[in-house]
Structures are given as structure tokens and as C-alpha cells.
């Protein structure tokens, strides 16, 4: 399964498109790094969703080293459609913790259930008919609804995280 989901990304549409087009459009999108969507949870994530314009609808599939993951839903807006975009994004997900690094915990993995808010730049560094790529700055903060509780950062201010990835998106074509 890993190792599908590391072939995925790589996988180019059988037809060309000609970037996104007006109404809904399909997307696959691959990120390396702290993500606006899963941060800590998701350094690697797979993202389907749908676009229209400047909006996005989406689920996640994210991990980190296979020790954290989880999956979750989310909408995304994009300002503009320039070469440097300003975006927010909200999403709620479930993540997963397997008891690798803690001796004392069992064997149960551990669950629990966030939603995020996050706003940056997108600046894109590479675009073709079919696969469009950014770097992406910004911040997130999370709420824990475990803890009841803001999501804390080890940084001198705990309630934000950094947002800095590389994103992969394939354009899936429309059905005709």
C-alpha cells in the first residue's frame, strides 16, 4: 500500500489539459513537508479533490515516517491565480500514533481528532498543461479536540506551527 502510494504521484494523465478550466475540475496533489492541511502529520500527503476556480475541496491522506498519519477533509481558497498566491485553508482530521517511541504505552495505537486553520503564499516554480508545482510558506494552528485544547508548537509561540512545502498537482481531464 506504501508503496502505492509513493508511485501515485508520478503517474501523469493519459490526456493533456490546459491548466485549470472554468467549473469543477479533478486534482491529485503530492506534498513533501510541514503541510497547510496535516502539518506534523502529514510530511508526506495525498490529496484528491476537486477545484473550481479559486476553491478547492479535498481529502487527505497524510504520514510522517509511518509513525503519525491520519486522513482528513478540508476546503482551500486561493486569492489569486498569479505566479505568488495568498491562501487559507481549513481542515478536520484523524490521526493516528503507533506506540514506536514510547515503551510504556502499549500496543494500542493512539487516535485523536484536529481541525486546522492555515493562511501563506503559494509560489509556483514550475507549470505545464497538466502538473503545476509550488513552494508554499505560512503558518497553521490546531485544535485538539482530545485535549480540548490548542495544539502546541515546541516554539516560542505555541499556538503556531510553520507551513513550508514542495506540492506536486496532476490535472485529471474532464470527461467528455
Given at each position: ?75 482551500k ?26 515503551p ?24 505545464s ?44 481531464p474532464?470527461?467528455?
Amino acid at each position: 500500500m506504501i508503496l502505492l502510494l509513493l508511485l501515485l504521484p508520478f503517474s501523469t494523465p493519459s490526456e493533456e489539459v490546459s491548466g485549470p478550466e472554468p467549473g469543477l475540475q479533478k486534482y491529485v496533489e503530492n506534498s513533501f513537508g510541514l503541510t497547510e492541511k496535516m502539518n506534523v502529520f502529514g510530511m508526506y500527503s495525498l490529496t484528491v479533490g476537486l477545484r473550481d476556480h479559486s476553491d478547492q475541496y479535498f481529502v487527505v491522506l497524510g504520514t510522517t515516517f509511518i509513525i503519525f498519519g491520519g486522513v482528513g477533509v478540508g476546503w482551500k481558497h486561493n486569492f489569486s491565480d498569479s505566479a505568488v498566491s495568498p491562501y487559507t485553508c481549513v481542515t478536520a482530521y484523524g490521526v493516528y500514533t503507533l506506540p514506536a517511541m514510547c515503551p510504556n504505552c502499549g500496543s494500542i495505537p493512539k487516535t485523536r481528532a484536529y481541525a486546522s486553520g492555515s493562511a501563506g503564499l503559494e509560489f509556483e516554480i514550475y507549470k505545464s498543461r497538466s502538473r503545476v508545482s509550488h513552494i508554499q510558506l505560512g503558518v497553521l494552528t490546531a485544535y485538539s479536540f482530545h485535549d480540548l485544547a490548542i495544539f502546541e508548537s515546541p516554539s516560542d509561540i505555541p499556538w503556531i506551527w510553520p507551513v513550508v512545502n514542495l506540492k506536486i498537482s496532476d490535472y485529471v481531464p474532464a470527461s467528455r
